[in-house]
């Protein structure tokens, strides 16, 4: 397990769980989805876009985000306008603001404690995900996002930033690729 405030490196976003990557409905290398991730977050485009709203989700050992601006040509995006190949109960959903605030919801009104663990592995790779993408200027996590992971019981001791939630699982390297973005 990582340490406590140590960066998460992009290798480290290559796990036993993750293997392969889609974003927006088309299979991506981590490379390419991590420099698409990074021209996002800059802070004129995140602020030009009016924010972005996302899904995630995991499906085996694919990880699936969808992304689309808040706002394109003056127009409002939604949620419903993102497709993942795969979608289920343990879909993420939520928001990226300019001023880098991040609301992390599912959707789940049966939810079992054993739901935990599979909550679990989506929240962490998402956030490690993001981290690696704009690790100089990190995403908060605003108060519905934490009020939902405690109401629920997500996690055993509540993540309150998102190193905290990248950190809240062991992560296990595996050497994947030969060159990541810097």
């Not at 290398?29 to 996302?54: D, H, K, M």
């Not at 962490?124 to 996590?141: E, G, M």
């Not at 939902?148 to 690729?177: D, G, S």
């Amino acid at each position: 397990m990582q340490e406590i405030g140590q960066k998460i490196h992009p290798e480290a976003l290559v796990t036993p769980e993750v293997e392969r990557w889609v974003f927006n409905r088309k299979p991506i290398s981590l490379e390419t989805l991590l420099r698409t991730l990074v021209s996002a977050f800059n802070p004129q485009v995140l602020v030009a876009n009016g924010g972005y709203l996302f899904k995630a989700s995991l499906d085996g050992t694919v990880f699936h985000l969808g992304i689309v601006p808040t706002l394109h040509e003056g127009e409002r995006g939604y949620h419903f306008n993102i497709h993942l190949k795969q979608e289920d109960v343990f879909t993420l959903i939520g928001n990226i603001t300019p001023q880098r605030e991040l609301t992390i919801l599912f959707k789940n009104s049966a939810m079992k404690e054993h739901d935990n663990s599979i909550y679990q592995r989506v929240y962490a790779q998402l956030a490690r995900l993001f981290l690696n993408a704009s690790p100089d200027k990190p995403f908060t996590l605003d108060w519905i996002t934490t009020h939902l992971m405690e109401e629920k019981r997500i996690f055993p001791q509540l993540p309150q930033t998102l190193e905290e939630l990248a950190e809240a699982l062991p992560i296990q390297v595996r050497t994947c690729c030969s060159t990541l973005p810097k």
